[in-house]
Structure formats: structure tokens, C-alpha cells
């Protein structure tokens, strides 16, 4: 069975920093490409960035270009998300997602 | 530009069926799409995959009352035999680029 659990949401201050982890189970994670996306309370689904299998090809929404970061661990069966620069509008439930597989979500808030 | 779009409500009674709509903007005709579920409080359920032509592959459990099809830039899901479940927020998304229409709130009657 495919599983992804998310980790380390939390609240954090405006201009702060965090990293969230994804650990993967139940399929070749090495094999797929990985994706965060995020929800903001009350709004719909929006894609925050993607990383290939290995790692060669990087992308990123404008809404976070130049503060965050996605990075993978193949041997470890892990993506992450560095988030630095954190601004209010940032505040949403992140979710790591293969192409068919969602992860349950970790929460960020960012707030004062 | 590559645009989803998608009726922000529909309902329909328990038992009956109910056919969602999303439509790729102009150009895009040919993309293939995903459509997840996504029941209050929950995070996203992925669906199946829909192609330009119609055909579609479910993900694993996803009960034979869901199907998809498509005509031109428009794809559906069709969700027939309601089920109070089945009370959702319904997203298209473009296979392998991750662009998301805004959704539409299931309401089952």
C-alpha cells in the first residue's frame, strides 16, 4: 500500500523557517516524481513545487520561487520542503503527492 | 494559459447521479487530467486519470460508481448511485503539470 506521511508543520513567526518532510512507503520512490501542494484554510489546492526522480529537473510555483526549496533522499525514501521567508499568506495544510497518491497533510501557520 | 475550469457547487439527490464538468481553457484540449476527492476535514483521495479520448484508469479502491469521460476540452466525472459519502469537494488537475481547477462542492440532497 502506497503511503506518504508529512511532518514537521507547525506554527512559526513571519520571516521564519521551517522544514517539512514526507516519508514514503509502499512503492520505488526513486521512481516517481514528487510534488508539494498546499491548501490554505477555506480555499482550494494549489501546487507548490515538483522534483523528478532524480532530482534533475526542479520547479516551483512564482508564489514561493526564491524561498523555498524541495529536495529528496532516494535511499532514505524521503522529499522535503525548506521554507524560509515565511509570510502570512504561506499559512495552509502542505501536502506531499505522487502523480496518484496523496499524504494526509501537516499543517503550517505562520503568525505573530 | 493553461486553465481549469469548474463549477463552484452542484447537488443532487441520495441515489441519483451527478455528471461535474471541467474544461480545459483554449489549445488545451488534448491534456489528459486527474480528478481527486476531497470529503470535509480530509485530505485529497486520488480518483483516476481521464484522457482526451474518453478512457480513464481508477485508482485503487475507487468504487465502478465513478466513472469519467470526455468531449473536446470538457472532461467529467459521473458519480451515479449518490452515496451521503459522496459529499465532496471535487478537483481536475492536469496530469504530470499540477495545474488544479477551483473545485466543486458536492452536495448531496
Known amino acids: 500500500e502506497v503511503q506518504l506521511v508529512e511532518s514537521g508543520g507547525g506554527l512559526v513567526k513571519p520571516g521564519g523557517s521551517l522544514r517539512l518532510s514526507c516519508a514514503a512507503s509502499?512503492?520505488?520512490?526513486?521512481?516517481?516524481?514528487m510534488n508539494w501542494v498546499r491548501q490554505a484554510p477555506g480555499k482550494g489546492l494549489e501546487w507548490v513545487s515538483s522534483?523528478?526522480?532524480?532530482?534533475?529537473?526542479?520547479y516551483y510555483a512564482d508564489s514561493v520561487k526564491g524561498r523555498f526549496t524541495i529536495s529528496r533522499d532516494n535511499a532514505k525514501n524521503s522529499l522535503y520542503l525548506q521554507m524560509n521567508s515565511l509570510r502570512a499568506e504561506d499559512t495552509a495544510v502542505y501536502y506531499c503527492?505522487?502523480?496518484?497518491?496523496w499524504g494526509q497533510g501537516t499543517m503550517v501557520t505562520v503568525s505573530s | 494559459q493553461l486553465v481549469l475550469t469548474q463549477s463552484p457547487s452542484a447537488s443532487a439527490s441520495l441515489g441519483a447521479s451527478v455528471k461535474l464538468t471541467c474544461t480545459l481553457s483554449?489549445?488545451?484540449?488534448?491534456?489528459?487530467i486527474a480528478w481527486h476527492q476531497q470529503q470535509p476535514e480530509k485530505g485529497p483521495r486520488y480518483l483516476m486519470k481521464?484522457?482526451?479520448?474518453?478512457?480513464?484508469s481508477k485508482g485503487d479502491g475507487i468504487p465502478d460508481r465513478f466513472s469519467g469521460s470526455s468531449s473536446g476540452a470538457e472532461r467529467y466525472l459521473t458519480i451515479s448511485s449518490l452515496q451521503s459519502e459522496d459529499e465532496a469537494d471535487y478537483y481536475c488537475?492536469?496530469?504530470?503539470?499540477?495545474?488544479f481547477g477551483g473545485g466543486t462542492k458536492l452536495t448531496v440532497l
Open positions: 503527492a505522487r502523480s496518484n497518491a
Open positions: 509502499g512503492f520505488t520512490f526513486s521512481s516517481y516524481s
Open positions: 522534483i523528478s526522480s532524480s532530482s534533475s529537473y526542479i
Open positions: 483554449s489549445g488545451h484540449s488534448s491534456y489528459a
Open positions: 481521464l484522457n482526451s479520448d474518453g478512457s480513464h
Open positions: 488537475q492536469t496530469w504530470g503539470t499540477w495545474v
